[in-house]
């Protein structure tokens, strides 16, 4: 499985864009970029995910690199419910529906007011 | 909706006691999925169920059982608890009809402490 480096942690004030880096130098053709994120004592939930292009959601925007060896997760304006762990997973999926997500560590973004 | 539930919230046990923590889902999602989280580590797939019928072992399988009672629910027993299974269980679902990429949704977790 290809894996994904991620720093421990980043800090962020209320408000202000967050940029998260995630290399995935091993990265091949067929895996998705995925981002997780898991709030303080609560299961995991999806952020977004990408192939090739950037992508924009309603929570975040995910920026690929044209060599698509690194991806960078933005938050917009982090606000103090974004203080999280957030997860970069390279996701390959299988025929049947069965997707295999393999976490990280993550990077634990403190956001402060 | 509920989403994905999982019971009970916290358990202990003690070495060699069994237990089984349940978990279901109301979304009509096909693939089920249990994970376990260690202290300051990410999620390990321990086993997953792509469709109703089906199981299949995930990363850290050794020392647990599953069983796919209905498309629902998706359950997770120790048969022979062990120190080494204090962690944070998460059972989650994913729509996952035919290939492609399908988001998974995660309970709130079961928080099992083995003495």
């Known amino acids: 499985d290809a894996k994904t480096t991620q720093p421990n942690s980043m800090e962020s004030n209320e408000e202000e864009p967050v940029h998260l880096p995630c290399n995935h130098s091993?990265?091949?053709?067929?895996?998705?970029i995925h981002w997780y994120r898991q709030l303080p004592s609560q299961g995991p939930e999806y952020v977004i995910h990408?192939?090739?292009s950037n992508v924009n959601n309603r929570m975040a925007s995910l920026a690929i690199a044209e060599d698509r060896k690194s991806s960078t997760l933005i938050l917009h304006r982090a606000t103090l419910r974004d203080a999280a762990v957030y997860y970069c997973?390279?996701?390959?999926?299988?025929?049947?529906?069965?997707?295999?997500?393999?976490f990280g560590a993550g990077t634990r973004l403190a956001v402060h007011p | 909706n509920a989403g994905v539930t999982q019971t009970p919230k916290f358990q202990v046990l003690k070495t060699g006691q069994s237990m089984t923590l349940q978990c279901a889902q109301d979304?009509?999602?096909?693939?089920m999925y249990w994970y376990r989280q260690d202290p300051g580590m990410g999620l390990r797939l321990i086993y997953y169920?792509?469709?109703?019928?089906?199981?299949d072992k995930g990363e850290v399988p050794n020392g647990y059982n599953v069983s796919r009672l209905n498309k629902r629910e998706f359950s997770l027993r120790l048969e022979s608890a062990a120190p080494s299974q204090t962690s944070v269980y998460f059972c989650?679902?994913?729509?996952?009809?035919?290939?492609?990429?399908?988001?998974?949704?995660f309970g709130p977790g079961t928080r099992l402490t083995v003495t």
């Open positions: 091993t990265i091949s053709g067929t895996d998705y």
């Open positions: 989650a679902s994913s729509a996952g009809t035919g290939e492609g990429i399908y988001e998974q949704y």
């Open positions: 997973i390279l996701l390959l999926w299988f025929s049947g529906g069965y997707n295999k997500l393999i």
């Open positions: 979304m009509n999602h096909n693939s």
């Open positions: 990408g192939l090739t």
């Open positions: 169920s792509a469709s109703e019928g089906t199981t």
